[in-house]
């Protein structure tokens, strides 16, 4: 199994650009979110999706959209980037269920910076 | 809404050395606890986890923490500290989503730095 992965690994985007990041995982889990690191906040998080084709904000949505059209995938778009998006970006998936029976695992991140 | 305090922004040990990182939460029931690791340009890696029972959890890496529900607190701890310790930690409270489900709620880490 890949686990999850993220794609890109880094961006650069210019004020008012677009841009999806990619979040696929190979192990069948219900569970997937989308985080965001800035230095000395931990992570926040932006959306959540419990399943294919459903999805709800989080603590920190603005901004951003996502979809989930099949289980395996759950892509983040930006539409009209802004230097406060400026950011490290976390996708996570899990079983349903439990968090103790079930963990949560993460991918390895997507480094954005907006100039 | 629940939170988890980390106090300490960065912490500096000695290989060899004792270490402890602090954790507080905030939770009106009984937590789920989580302790994650992120080493330099990775994603996070469960260390451990408490949700009932034995106060003393053991992790991976020799790391172990424990729940003290008088202190509201989840430190973790590791007897000996190596190099390859060094890291960002994060501890993490296990909270309910409106919609429905679950999530971690973070702490803000420590960063964690090891002299040879």
């Known amino acids: 199994n890949a686990g999850v992965t993220q794609t890109p690994k880094f961006r650069i985007l210019k004020i008012g650009q677009s841009m999806t990041l990619q979040c696929a995982q190979d192990?069948?889990?219900?569970?997937m979110y989308w985080y965001r690191q800035d230095p000395g906040m931990g992570l926040k998080l932006i959306y959540y999706?419990?399943?294919?084709?459903?999805?709800d904000k989080g603590e920190v949505p603005n901004g951003y959209n996502v979809s989930r059209s099949t289980t395996e995938d759950f892509p983040l778009r930006l539409e009209l980037a802004a230097p406060s998006q400026t950011s490290v970006y976390f996708c996570?998936?899990?079983?349903?269920?439990?968090?103790?029976?079930?963990?949560?695992?993460f991918g390895p991140g997507t480094r954005l910076t907006v100039l | 809404a629940q939170s988890v305090t980390q106090p300490d922004i960065h912490i500096t040990v000695s290989e060899g050395a004792s270490l402890e990182l602090r954790c507080n939460y905030s939770?009106?029931?009984?937590?789920?606890l989580f302790w994650y690791v992120q080493s330099p340009g990775q994603g996070l890696q469960l260390l451990l986890k408490y949700f009932s029972g034995d106060t003393l959890v053991q992790g991976i890496k020799g790391f172990e923490a424990e729940f003290k529900r008088s202190q509201s607190s989840f430190n973790l701890r590791k007897p000996s500290v190596h190099w390859s310790d060094a890291a960002e930690y994060f501890c993490a409270v296990g909270d309910i989503l409106t919609g429905g489900g679950n999530k971690l709620t973070f702490g803000t880490g420590t960063q964690l730095k090891v002299e040879l």
């Open positions: 996570a998936s899990r079983l349903a269920g439990s968090l103790v029976d079930n963990e949560q695992f």
């Open positions: 939770y009106g029931a009984t937590p789920y």
């Open positions: 192990m069948n889990h219900n569970y």
């Open positions: 999706s419990v399943g294919a084709g459903i999805t």
